[in-house]
Every structure is written in structure tokens, then in C-alpha cells.
């Protein structure tokens, strides 16, 4: 079975870090994208950032470009998205997405890209 598991969320003041991961299984790890996603309350999904596993290409929401870094370790099958500089305004629920690994610089924030997600972990930076 495929699984994504989304860890690390919290509450974090404004200014402060959190390193979010996501851990895969079930599927060949290196021939997927992963894409992180956040959900605010009120608000569509809207892509954050994404890692192609077989080009070690990156792309950035430019909300988050300077503050967010998505690295992965394929040893692993697991994604990091590390988060500094946080704002109250990313507070939001993060998911993790895969999909095959076609993504591009037009594409990867389109949901229909990714064909598994992760349950979500909350992030809420206080003010």
C-alpha cells in the first residue's frame, strides 16, 4: 500500500523554524516528485514546494522563496520541507503529495499532478 506519512507540525512563534517530513512507501521512491501542499482555514490548497527525486530539481511557492528549503533523502524515501523565517500567514495544514516525476516549473502546483497524499500536520505560527 502506498503510504504518506506528514510529521513534525506545531505551534511556532513568528520569526521561528520547523522542519516538516514526509515519509514514503509503497512506490519506487526516486521515480516520484513530492510536493508539499498547506490548507489554511477559508482557503484552497495551494502548493508550497516540490522536489523531482530524479533531477533533484526544486521549485517554491514565491510566498515561501528564501524561507523554505525542500531537501529529500532517498535512502530514506523521505522529504524534508524545512520552514525559518515563519509567518503567521503560513499557518495552514501541510500536506505531502507524490507523483510521477514530470512535474515542471507551469505544473508542479497543480493538485491533478500528484496521485497519493498524506494525511496533513498542522502548523500554526503565532504572532
Known amino acids: 500500500d502506498v503510504q504518506l506519512q506528514a510529521s513534525g507540525g506545531g505551534l511556532v512563534r513568528a520569526g521561528g523554524s520547523l522542519r516538516l517530513s514526509c515519509a514514503a512507501s509503497?512506490?519506487?521512491?526516486?521515480?516520484?516528485?513530492i510536493g508539499w501542499f498547506r490548507q489554511a482555514p477559508g482557503k484552497e490548497r495551494e502548493g508550497v514546494s516540490c522536489?523531482?527525486?530524479?533531477?533533484?530539481?526544486?521549485y517554491y511557492a514565491d510566498s515561501v522563496k528564501g524561507r523554505f528549503t525542500i531537501s529529500s533523502d532517498n535512502a530514506k524515501n523521505t522529504v524534508y520541507l524545512e520552514m525559518n523565517s515563519l509567518k503567521p500567514e503560513d499557518t495552514a495544514v501541510y500536506y505531502c503529495?507524490?507523483?510521477?516525476?514530470?512535474?515542471?516549473?507551469?505544473?508542479?502546483?497543480?493538485?491533478?499532478?500528484?496521485?497519493?497524499w498524506g494525511q496533513g500536520t498542522q502548523v500554526t505560527v503565532s504572532s
Open positions: 503529495a507524490a507523483g510521477w516525476d514530470t512535474v515542471v516549473d507551469t505544473t508542479w502546483a497543480r493538485q491533478d499532478e500528484y496521485d497519493y
Open positions: 509503497g512506490f519506487t521512491f526516486e521515480d516520484h516528485a
Open positions: 522536489i523531482s527525486n530524479s533531477e533533484g530539481t526544486t
